[in-house]
């Protein structure tokens, strides 16, 4: 008999691992977190043994707070830890990228051949004036070659600086300007939702005010004519063939910057994230193998993120690629050409781990459990989740139509400046509760605290903090070392602040609440937007929410919710009635929303995370802020025009 809804979200209801899945797990009892506090550094030291060093390290952390280093003295490769060594074993015929793209066009990709096409655009690069130490831009849609691109740089020593293909002209020259590229490598065009996204038009847009940019090599993929520049431009297919797969990896220092990736915050200036060689594979391959529980010989695995998130850099590329994992990798989007499209490439690729983002898993639940139900997922055995907190009702619907009742979900928590997750359970060793993180990974110092910085203790709620160093930990923001202080370590003395909010429960379990910039004041209670929006997600007629405070002359703050609807529901005064009642029933009258409008879409970044303060600009009938990292523009305006017309209405 399945389980219902409402017995999988009763209150205390927890989930231990299920019995098969510890079975073989890698990690099945809790030791390990006194183990790793016990001997932080030599826990780390350990991960890091798992890597090939050119050279040994001479000291594991050397902490100058805020400034750290790791495995200092130590010298190695990415690419050659992603790539050659795993072919010198014998691996070179294995899989590492089972590429589907969305026209429906395939490739297999195994890591000897990953080797060599690495390798040859390597020296591509190096043709092109490219050496250690020069930054490379990379702005390309979801084709093997964005993993190449990445791998190449960090074969020869150049850091790189990826773009979200989605992201306009303007974005993508401010932040070549801040890096000063040398080099940019784009497409023609990539393909999303069947129509094409004129990448080389947009690049040419940018590079037009990008001093530093000395060539464009351009990948062909969607075969449109594109505008050209002699001299500059260089076709991918004219340059990196010709090449010779011999490509020496060039011995990096640990503490040698490996890339730089650009948050824009909420702030006008996008802050250059630092991320260096060794502490950061160290961690990103340890949590890749540990909290997906990573069978090298036999998973499938698949994040279905963007190489252009941090996700993506981590867990598409470099965490996989140095565990030895066949991955799949997808071009397009969710729906094309229609809702099943994820559903039938876990079918066909037999997917055993899928790591993915709460607001698409919301989105598969307004397009209901029919989709999934068409095609065979019986080859799953975990899932994970990013980017957001993940509400209780969005948990239990991954488990139950995705997972089948047999997967553990790991909710983890972390940020681009972390580099790698965080917080998240160890699934053969962690019982879960849906909608909490759990707890830090062993060798992690995480703590919420009160606004004077003293922990909060249990049960408790405030701000999420970082108590030590940790080995992927930003080294700083390029160019701008006062602002990496400032930002991340002025507010409380000695700790890390994330910028979120969390509560931990009484056993101790950790809840992230969102952004704190977002919490709302109403009548002088702090309410957090993360626990209305999961209030109303948790009425049945809801998919997503998003809530903000708006001004409001005599509460402070008032919440304005901006609610999409699971399909087979219409929306009505009657419905706004019932969903404000849903929500004061569930939390207390304070958080009744003042107003609720239906849509279609929120707007959102190209990570899937909610823009709400263009909501509170909609809700305050302010301009619009910055909207070029918006994944669809186009949304936001269609949401402010019903907005007015709706407060219109009701005045
Ligand atoms: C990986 C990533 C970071 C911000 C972070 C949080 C939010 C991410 C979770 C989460 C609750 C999660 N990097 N966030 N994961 N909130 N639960 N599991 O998303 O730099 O793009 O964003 O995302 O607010 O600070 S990011």
Redesign the pocket.
């Known amino acids: 008999m399945p389980e219902t809804i409402e017995s999988l979200l009763a209150e205390g209801r927890t989930f231990p691992p299920p019995k098969d899945f510890k079975a073989d797990a890698l990690v099945v009892d809790a030791e390990i977190y006194d183990e790793a506090d016990t001997d932080t550094e030599g826990f780390w030291a350990q991960a890091a043994a798992a890597l090939d060093w050119f050279e040994e390290w001479h000291t594991v952390c050397e902490w100058d707070l805020p400034f750290a280093k790791w495995f200092v003295g130590g010298k190695l490769n990415a690419s050659y830890n992603c790539l050659d060594r795993h072919v010198a074993a014998g691996h070179g015929d294995q899989v590492a990228y089972h590429w589907e793209g969305e026209p429906g066009d395939t490739r297999t990709i195994t890591y000897s051949q990953l080797l060599d096409e690495v390798s040859r655009l390597a020296n591509a690069l190096k043709a092109l004036g490219v050496e250690k130490g020069d930054r490379v831009n990379i702005y390309l849609g979801m084709v093997p070659e964005l993993p190449m691109a990445l791998l190449a740089c960090a074969r020869i020593g150049a850091p790189h600086s990826v773009v979200f293909g989605g992201f306009s002209a303007d974005s993508l020259r401010d932040r070549i300007n801040d890096a000063q590229a040398k080099v940019l490598i784009t497409g023609d065009g990539a393909w999303r939702r069947g129509a094409v996204v004129p990448l080389k038009d947009t690049a040419d847009v940018a590079v037009a005010e990008c001093p530093s940019i000395e060539k464009v090599l351009v990948l062909r993929r969607t075969e449109q004519d594109v505008p050209w520049t002699d001299g500059r431009d260089v076709w991918w297919h004219d340059l990196v063939p010709e090449q010779s797969t011999e490509c020496p990896p060039e011995p990096m220092d640990a503490e040698d910057l490996l890339y730089l990736l650009y ?1 824009s915050g909420t702030t006008a200036k996008p802050k250059g994230i630092m991320h260096t060689t060794g502490g950061y594979l160290t961690q990103v391959s340890w949590t890749h193998s540990h909290v997906f529980d990573l069978h090298s010989d036999n998973d499938v695995y698949w994040c279905a993120a963007d190489v252009g ?3 993506g850099h981590s867990y598409i590329v470099y965490g996989p690629l140095a565990n030895r994992t066949t991955s799949v990798l997808y071009e397009g989007t969710p729906d094309f050409p229609d809702k099943d499209r994820l559903w039938q490439i876990v079918e066909k690729y037999k997917v055993t781990i899928l790591y993915t983002a709460p607001t698409a898993i919301r989105t598969f639940m307004k397009w209901g459990p029919e989709w999934p139900e068409k095609r065979d997922l019986s080859s799953l055995r975990l899932l994970g ?6 509400n209780p009702e969005a948990w239990v619907w991954y488990w139950q139509h995705i997972g089948g009742g047999r997967c553990p979900v790991v ?7 972390t580099g790698a997750i965080m917080i998240t359970p160890l699934p053969g060793a962690t019982t879960l509760k849906p909608g909490s ?1 759990t707890f830090p990974l062993p060798g992690i110092g995480a703590d919420v605290v009160d606004d004077a910085g003293n922990s909060v203790g249990i049960p408790g709620g405030g701000y999420l903090v970082l108590t030590r160093p940790w080995p992927s930990m930003l080294r700083g923001i390029w160019g701008d070392p006062e602002r990496y202080k400032e930002t991340y370590w002025s507010r409380f003395d000695g700790k890390y602040f ?3 909010g969390a509560k931990r429960d009484a056993d101790g379990y950790f809840w ?1 609440l ?2 704190v910039d977002d919490v709302m004041l109403v009548s002088g209670h702090n309410i957090s937007t993360a626990e209305v929006e999961s209030a109303l997600v948790s009425h049945p007629a809801v998919a997503e929410a998003a809530v903000v405070g708006k001004t409001d002359a005599t509460t402070g703050q008032a919440i304005a919710a901006f609610v999409i609807l699971r399909s087979g529901n219409e929306p009505s005064d009657a419905l706004v009635d019932e969903l404000r009642d849903h929500v004061g029933d569930t939390i207390g009258p304070i958080a009744k929303p003042k107003s609720i409008l239906f849509t279609e879409d929120l707007p959102k970044t190209r ?1 899937g ?1 909610i823009m709400r303060r263009l909501l509170k600009d909609v809700s305050e009938d302010h301009a619009l802020g910055d909207t070029t990292t918006l994944a669809d523009p186009s949304v936001v305006e269609g949401i402010k025009s019903r907005y007015l017309a709706q407060a219109t209405e009701q005045d």
Do not use: F, M, N, Y
């Open positions: 948050t998130w941090v996700t989740s990013v980017g957001e907190p993940i909710d983890t928590w972390w940020q681009t400046e993180a994330a910028g979120d992230l969102g952004r990570s995370k």
